[in-house]
């Protein structure tokens, strides 16, 4: 069955350091893509970076990055030179089915990211 | 703005009450969705509307009612609630059809069942 597994329910870094918010899946669907979302105090849900199945390289968004292990099953988010603003739940979603239309979004539990100063 | 917008952002009702919560995407998207956030639980699909069709209804009480009048509006209608209901709901859209997108979330309404 589709699973997404977010083990870290909270973490901390300091201002301008990096950090990896851990992100493992399981589907046996070979055309999926991997999403990361950011949820400040205000509810909304903000569309961080994107990973197709099929992408040979990992997706970069400015300051986000996605480091894709295909073989694990791993699709960790790396946050570079984080700002106090960035404090906020971070979840990771995953699709089925890209390419024959499906709807089906699933997501992990949440990591929520603290940015000290 | 993200472009969907959710009201009311907060409401309380009581478990005899009837209450709809609104959902309007400004994106010119063709799907909306529903999802429930609970606390320490992952976001739970409700619905999702396609072109205004219904095409997923993932085993949600009778007590949820959804309807979409138009590719823009999406309602979630109330009525005899449970406690366990309280939570935040989340309205979202997406662009199906061009490949694989992230969705555009609302700010959610939360939900408080007295």
């Known amino acids: 069955a589709q699973k997404i597994t977010q083990t870290q329910p909270g973490m901390f870094v300091q201002e301008k350091e990096a950090v990896t918010l851990d992100c493992t899946y399981d589907?046996?669907?070979?055309?999926?893509?991997l999403f990361w979302y950011k949820q400040p105090s205000s509810g909304e849900m903000i569309f961080l970076i994107y990973?197709?199945?099929?992408?040979?390289q990992n997706a970069t968004e400015g300051r986000y990055s996605l480091n894709f292990q295909k073989a694990r099953k791993s699709a960790n988010l790396v946050i570079s030179a984080s700002q106090l603003g960035d404090s906020a739940m971070y979840f990771c979603a995953m699709r089925e089915g890209v390419t024959s239309g499906t709807y089906k979004y699933i997501f992990g539990t949440g990591t929520r990211l603290k940015v000290l100063a | 703005e993200t472009g969907v917008t959710q009201t009311p952002r907060h409401l309380v009702m009581g478990m005899t009450n009837k209450k709809s919560l609104k959902c309007e995407q400004h994106l010119g998207h063709n799907a909306m969705y529903w999802y429930k956030q609970s606390a320490k639980k992952p976001l739970e699909l409700m619905f999702v509307y396609s072109l205004e069709e219904r095409v997923e209804n993932n085993s949600v009480p009778s007590r949820f009612s959804p309807e979409c009048p138009n590719s823009s509006h999406l309602f979630l209608h109330l009525h005899t609630l449970q406690p366990e209901d309280s939570a935040l709901y989340l309205c979202a859209s997406s662009q199906e059809g061009q490949g694989p997108k992230g969705y555009t979330f609302g700010s959610g309404t939360r939900l408080t069942v007295v």
């Open positions: 589907t046996s669907d070979p055309s999926y893509g």
């Open positions: 990973q197709g199945s099929y992408d040979q």
